[in-house]
């Protein structure tokens, strides 16, 4: 899609979401009838949810195991470590380089 279809199609959207249509009050009256207890309901499965795994983490030794692997992975990058994901680092870091530039490209050839 060219950058003229483009402008047509978000004017079109805004025109729309600007006009309203008349119902009498249909459509507020209607919302204020909506039950509020399913959103009472989910607020409450959430916030239960949230308190069964928050209990299922103190009580396992998941915190414990995610420290000690924090530990283990910051001493092997200290120990050397770090020199052997250098080639690795420097591959992403130019990955990332060569997408950035041809998004750039892309970008301003629309432009023109």
């Known amino acids: 899609m060219d950058r003229k279809d483009e402008q047509l199609l978000q004017q079109f ?9 008349a119902d009498n009050g249909f459509s507020e009256r ?11 309901f989910n607020r409450v499965w959430t916030l239960g949810c949230i308190l069964i795994a928050i209990a299922l983490l ?6 414990t195991i995610a420290k000690t692997n924090i530990e283990v992975f910051t001493q092997s990058l200290l120990n050397g ?3 052997e994901m250098l080639p690795t680092i420097s591959m992403l870091i130019f990955g990332l ?3 950035g530039a041809y998004e750039l490209y892309v970008c301003v ?4």
């Open 30 to 40: 209607v919302m204020r009838r909506l039950p509020n207890r399913a959103n009472w």
């Open 81 to 83: 470590g770090l020199i």
């Open 58 to 63: 103190l009580m396992s030794d998941a915190i």
């Open 109 to 112: 050839k629309e432009n023109l």
């Open 97 to 99: 380089a060569i997408a």
């Open 13 to 21: 959207f805004i025109e729309a979401s600007q006009q309203t249509i």
